[in-house]
Structure formats: C-alpha cells, structure tokens
C-alpha cells in the first residue's frame, strides 16, 4: 500500500503540514484518516452497542491528536505512519481503560440497524457473530501479533512497511504472521471443541 | 509473485530463523504470507474456503475495511479495486459557516415584547438596588450588597461604628472612675478611627477622641465634656441644650451623658442616632457655658447626676 514513490509524497506533505501549510495539512488528514479508522475498528471492534461508532470517535480522537502534535514530529527515517500508529495505540488504550468504567446497562431489545441491501437480517447477524469471533480471538494474542496481523491483514502494508512501522525486519514481521495465524487456528479450534 | 519475491522470503525467514534458533516450518510460513498478501488485497484465495480461521479473518477484515461484512467470501473474492472505499482518501469537507440560526423560528411581536419588558424590570430593579445600596448604612437591609458595591465605604463606615462604640464604653468606664479601662477603651477607639475615611467623619470623631482623652489626663480641670456635642443629635428646629438658655447643670446635659443615658434630660433621639451623632450646629455650640459648669460640677458629681 505505502510504497516508496507513496512515501515520498507523504513526506514531503508532512514537512510542508509541519511548517503550517493549512492546505497540507487538510491533505494529510485526508490521507491518514482512512488508515487511523481501520486501525481503530481493527483495535475496538464494534464496540458500543453493535456498530463502529466507538471505533470512528476514538479515530476522530486520534485524527485531532496527530493534527496537535505534528509540530512537535521530527522526522527520525520512520514512516509518519508509525508516528501516526504510535498515537493510536495510546488513543485506544485508553478507550479500552473508559470501557472498563463504563456505567451503560445493558437493554432487553436490540437496537435496529439498517442490514445492507444485498443481504438479510440472518446473513448480516452470522457474518457479524464471525467478524466478532475473529475479534475475540485477536484480544489473545500478544501486541506484537495482533499489530502485524493489523497492519498486514486491515491496512494492507507489506511486510517491509509493516515492519518499518513496528521497527522490525520484514522476515520477523512474516515469522510473527506466521505464529499469529497459527495460534488464531488453535484458539478457534479450541472453541470449537467447547461448543460441539 | 515472482521468484525474485519468493526467494527474498525465504531468505527473510531463514534470517529470523537462524537468530531465533526455532524451528518454523518454511512451506506453512511462506503458505502464510502469501494469505496474508491476497487478504490485504481484498482477494480471498479459494483454497481457503473451508478454513473456517480464514473465513473468520476475512469477515473480520471486511467488517472493518466495509462495515457491513459480506456474507460469503466467494462473493466478494473479486478484485481488490472494491475494497479501495475507504482506503482511498474522502474529499476534504469545505467548512461553510452554520447560517440556520437565521432561519430559526423567531419568538412572536408579543413574546418578544414581553421578554424586553422583563429584561427592562430586572435591569431598573438591579440598578435601583446597586443606587440605594451605595448610600446604605451598617444595619440596613442592603448593607451587605452596599458593601460589595463600595467596600471602602463599607470598612470606614463599620470603622466609625465601632470606635464609638469604643468610645461609649471609655465614657462608661470613666463615669465609674475605672481610669485604665477608659483609657484602653480610648486607645482601642483611637485605632479604629484611623481607619475612618476623612469624608465619613473622621474629624469629629478625632473630637471626640481628644475630649475624652483631656478629661482623663485632668479629670478636675479640664474642659468640660459637657456632654459630647455630637452626642445631641437634636435635628434642627428641636430644643437643645443650649447653656445660655438654661444655665442650671441639671437642665444641662452631664459631661458623660450621651443620647442614651439619660434620654429624659435630652431632646428625643432620632432613631439612627449614630449615624446623627454629630452635626455642625452642635460641633460649633460655644464651649463657654460648659465652662460655668465646670466650676459648679465635679465629675463625681456628673455621675451622681447622671
């Protein structure tokens, strides 16, 4: 996805957004905002009473905090995307702290939510029930698995930019996939042990 | 993928392996990768179709990359331009400035007029009660609001209350010829009068201070006290206690009488009789008769007469 020519674009757009160009910055918030709401329903999942709005505030979040402390960003030979991960991961550690102090009761009847038009209510609840499942199993693995299982799977990074961003060679960006994956088809399997 | 891609895989991975000293199976990690790569592309390889981990992965991916998952990853193997929705940057929104409270409905000619009315009410009532309580005196209902309005004004005015009351009780202790209590109430007046605002009568004040202060440094033949003047708050026109008119000490006021000591000997007191302690008239009564009392009175005899 961020390929070198890529790369070069954002950065040149960095320096002019660090130096206050007001068009830049639109530009690069047009840019990394896609990526920042992927990441955030990747990390939160539908959290929130069944849709992504949790997700996409909390991406918000991180979209005005990076617009915040991009004149404090130093270009170190990283990608800006790592800086952008970098607040991220603190913006949803934290979602996930006010989650825990979170006071909403639960309610008997479930919200209606407009199923897309090619498929029905039962379609959309088993493909939800999957894409929650996968999204329990992920919450097991270490940081470092579920990062590279992001960047690699959801914001579509090679391995070399994946592991750019993780400060990682890109052979153990595909050892730790590789182990991520494997321990995702343990952990299903387990599962389905215990509900047959 | 090209072989040129492959062997850098497998190169990378050999590398990791060799450091990590783990057995990984080469074929399943590469197998890996190359999943991997088709998911981020938005292609679901069909040799996974019964791998229910993948299926999981890849309607968690399209969850997140589409909101609504699709239901069967064969449907949506497709190319990966359809998944570009979201990867793709949106246009930036132009910012227009929020016109609708233009258009809002506005209150009716009668509401609106009602509302000015009240606004009008409590702006008079608010500035009528800040006017009144710039006047106020200590005791009155709005003393507390006149002492945020003025608070200079305020502390001189609680000042002067309470160095007369200093001064009463100094009077009251000499009357019982309890010398040093007089004088320590004298002194404690005298404190509070420095705080006393020249405009809130610190002169007369000052007076008084010095005639009680004369009288105990000489308690035989000192000017007379004759009753304070300013202690005969008579409003014009009321009969005072002018010597020349009647020259007999018991129709004169004693040297330590005040208003409220012996109201029976003194005109009526007006109701805020501090605050009149003391009026130009009776600052200017002519010291002489007190004079001829002091040769038929003795201050022991003030007391008696009292």
Not at chain 2, 261 to 284: C, H, L, M, Q
Request: hydrophobic share 35%; with cysteine; charged share 25%.
């Amino acid at each position: 996805m961020y390929h070198e020519s890529n790369e070069r674009d954002m950065s040149a757009l960095v320096s002019r957004a660090v130096l206050g160009d007001q068009s830049a910055k639109g530009e690069l918030i047009g840019q990394i905002r896609p990526t920042v709401v992927r990441y955030c329903r990747a990390r939160l999942g539908r959290s929130g009473g069944g849709s992504f709005t949790t997700a996409d505030d909390v991406a918000q979040e991180v979209c005005m905090a990076v617009m915040k402390a991009l004149p404090r960003y130093e270009d170190t030979g990283r990608p800006f995307t790592a800086f952008v991960f970098g607040i991220a991961a603190h913006k949803v550690a934290d979602a996930h702290r006010s989650a825990t102090r979170n006071m909403m009761q639960p309610y008997e009847d479930v919200p209606d939510i407009a199923a897309p038009a090619d498929r029905g209510p039962e379609a959309q609840a088993l493909a939800w029930d999957s894409s929650q499942r996968m999204q329990t199993l992920l919450s097991a693995l270490p940081e470092t698995h579920r990062n590279v299982i992001i960047l690699r799977v959801v914001e579509g990074l090679s391995a070399e930019d994946a592991g750019r961003t993780l400060s990682m060679s890109a052979g153990a960006v595909r050892v730790t996939q590789h182990r991520a994956l494997t321990r995702l088809r343990q952990l299903l399997s387990k599962t389905a042990e215990v509900t047959a | 993928m090209t072989n040129a891609d492959e062997t850098q895989r497998s190169m990378d991975v050999s590398n990791v392996s060799a450091m990590e000293e783990v057995d990984i199976d080469d074929l399943a990690l590469l197998r890996d990768d190359v999943l991997i790569d088709a998911l981020a592309k938005g292609v679901f390889p069909a040799e996974y179709a019964d791998d229910p981990m993948v299926n999981a992965l890849w309607s968690w991916r399209d969850d997140i990359v589409h909101g609504p998952v699709a239901l069967s990853p064969v449907a949506a193997v497709t190319t990966s331009a359809e998944t570009e929705d979201i990867h793709q940057p949106e246009p930036a929104a132009r910012p227009r400035f929020d016109w609708s409270w233009l258009r809002a409905p506005r209150l009716n000619l009668g509401r609106r007029l009602a509302v000015s009315l009240v606004a009008a009410a409590i702006g008079v009532v608010s500035l009528g009660s800040v006017a009144v309580a710039s006047s106020a005196q200590p005791g009155d209902t709005l003393w507390p609001l006149s002492k945020v309005v003025n608070g200079k004004r305020a502390q001189s005015l609680e000042a002067k209350e309470a160095a007369f009351s200093r001064l009463r009780d100094a009077r009251t202790a000499a009357k019982s010829q309890n010398t040093a209590t007089a004088r320590a109430r004298l002194e404690a007046a005298r404190n509070e009068a420095e705080k006393v605002r020249d405009k809130d009568g610190k002169e007369e004040l000052k007076q008084e201070l010095a005639l009680l202060q004369a009288r105990l440094d000489d308690p035989t033949g000192s000017p007379s006290p004759s009753a304070p003047p300013t202690r005969s708050p008579a409003p014009s026109g009321s009969p005072s206690p002018s010597p020349s008119g009647s020259p007999a000490p018991t129709e004169s006021p004693s040297p330590s009488m005040s208003p409220t000591d012996s109201p029976s000997a003194s005109p009526p007191a007006p109701a805020k009789t501090r605050r009149t302690f003391t009026t130009p008239r009776e600052r200017t009564s002519p010291p002489a008769p007190a004079k001829t009392r002091r040769t038929s009175t003795t201050p022991r005899e003030d007391v008696t007469t009292s």
